[in-house]
């Protein structure tokens, strides 16, 4: 009986330690998760470069008298070749000869305009400086207006950690605010109706961005523009008689948030490929020097399971009960699965899971950065609401002390917590907290 079962274990143990071999030893394909992702990102619809409005953005500072589409060409291609080229590139970096001039500097150091700082807009009282920033940068001006133009929008350049750094975006972000402010200054100038123009083509090109944003930095990039627009919207719509306010309310703030915004798929694809570009050896860094020794067959177990990742995020955003899953994300057993692989082979490898996760500034804190813009993208929607609730609030001439009862009907609840907006009667200010009281912004009254 005892040799029985010895012999038994014996075949147990011998099984146990082919099955672990195999395992070891098999060739891990690409998931269902993985090849549905990586198509999302190749089989986008493609944009002919004559009306893509990333390449006129990318080259808008370029130099006065020359063409933006080239400019923003010429660097887009530099760049593509460099990461083709594994990290190298002999030409010369072709460089954004061009910044706002300092007076726009001075002007935000002044005003302290942002949905998210609590402080009333001073640009009442800056307004000579407001005006010289405007003067000086107005060339560029006049090609941010022409963005607005266009119709299409597809980032071109190959998604990469090299390439994610690229300065695009705080071209866009700064012609896009002093262009709002331009609007504010000269709101009792402008026709109402142009304003109206002005602040529909300004959210219309940032709902085209946001929509096909590939990377979270275009997303964010996308969600404080439309933040901005709303907050200038109210701004202006505080500065100006009820009539003017009903010429120039644009009829976007009566609309729904597209889904196409509140959508994270494209975004959550490209991400997957900045994922795999960490295991690149040009990528190699004090902050990442272990990935690149991974084995295809490890790199690939990775992947999947961070394609399975991304897509549960896809999934979360959709879901009725995104804030409670979100905020539970660290307890899924995918996620847990995720880090423990993780984990495995980067000691595997010879490195050190502790300084491995300090240098990636904290390797599950990137996982809940990556759902934070599903809650990020949200947001939009109780910003708008407070926008509208404001203006009824102007239009129907409620008194302060009438304000707070007024927000206490469900119909205008802040829809992130399913409770009143918070209203402020010393500072006259809407305060929208949001689902995890991390973000939290300020519209005036």
């Not at 190959?158 to 896009?176: G, R």
């Not at 109402?192 to 946001?210: G, S, T, V, W």
């Not at 990528?283 to 990935?291: A, Q, V």
């Not at 804190?365 to 939009?380: D, E, T």
Request: glycine share 2%; net charge neutral.
């Amino acid at each position: 009986m005892k040799l029985l079962l010895l012999f038994s274990l014996l075949i147990s143990l011998t099984s146990t330690a082919r099955d672990k071999v195999t395992h070891n030893n098999e060739t891990i394909v690409p998931s269902a998760d993985f090849i549905e992702l990586t198509e999302v990102y190749k089989k986008r619809a493609p944009v002919s470069p004559e009306n893509n409005a990333f390449i006129y953005l990318v080259g808008i500072t370029a130099p006065e008298n020359e063409d933006p589409m080239n400019f923003g060409q010429t660097m887009i291609d530099w760049s593509n070749k460099k990461v083709d080229n594994g990290g190298k590139n002999d030409s010369p970096e072709p460089k954004i000869s061009h910044f706002l001039d300092k007076s726009y500097e001075a002007l935000m150091q002044n005003i302290d305009c942002r949905m998210y700082k609590a402080a009333p807009c001073a640009l009442a009282s800056q307004q000579a400086l407001a005006r010289d920033a405007i003067d000086n940068n107005q060339w560029l001006l006049k090609r941010w207006h022409k963005l607005l133009d266009f119709s299409a929008y597809q980032n071109t350049l190959v998604i990469d950690l090299m390439t994610l750094s690229f300065p695009y975006y705080t071209n866009d972000s700064k012609l896009q605010r002093l262009a709002l402010i331009d609007l504010w200054l000269n709101r009792n100038n402008y026709p109402p109706e142009y304003i109206e123009q002005m602040l529909q083509k300004d959210y219309d090109f940032h709902i085209l961005l946001a929509a096909n944003s590939t990377t979270l930095v275009d997303k964010m990039i996308a969600i404080v523009a439309l933040r901005n627009n709303y907050y200038w919207l109210n701004e202006i719509l505080n500065s100006v008689d009820n009539h003017t306010a009903i010429l120039i309310k644009p009829d976007y703030l009566q609309q729904p948030i597209p889904p196409s915004v509140l959508s994270l798929k494209t975004t959550y694809a490209g991400e997957l490929q900045l994922f795999i570009s960490l295991f690149k050896p040009y990528n190699k860094s004090e902050n990442n020097p272990i990935l690149y020794q991974f084995s295809d067959n490890d790199k690939q177990r990775l992947f999947n399971e961070q394609a399975k990742f991304l897509k549960k995020l896809i999934n979360i955003s959709k879901s009725a009960d995104y804030q409670v899953r979100i905020k539970y994300l660290l307890e899924d057993s995918d996620v847990i699965q995720l880090l423990r692989t993780t984990k495995k082979l980067v000691e595997k490898y010879g490195g050190n899971w502790d300084e491995f996760n300090s240098s990636m500034g904290g390797y599950d804190f990137m996982l809940i950065y990556n759902a934070y813009f599903i809650s990020l993208s949200h947001q939009l929607i109780a910003i708008q609401k407070a926008v509208n609730i404001l203006d009824k609030v102007r239009q129907q001439g409620i008194k302060q002390d009438a304000i707070s009862e007024f927000l206490n009907q469900p119909r205008y609840y802040n829809p992130l917590t399913q409770k009143p907006f918070v209203w402020d009667g010393d500072k006259k200010q809407i305060i929208i907290v949001t689902e995890n009281d991390k973000d939290t912004y300020y519209l005036s009254l």
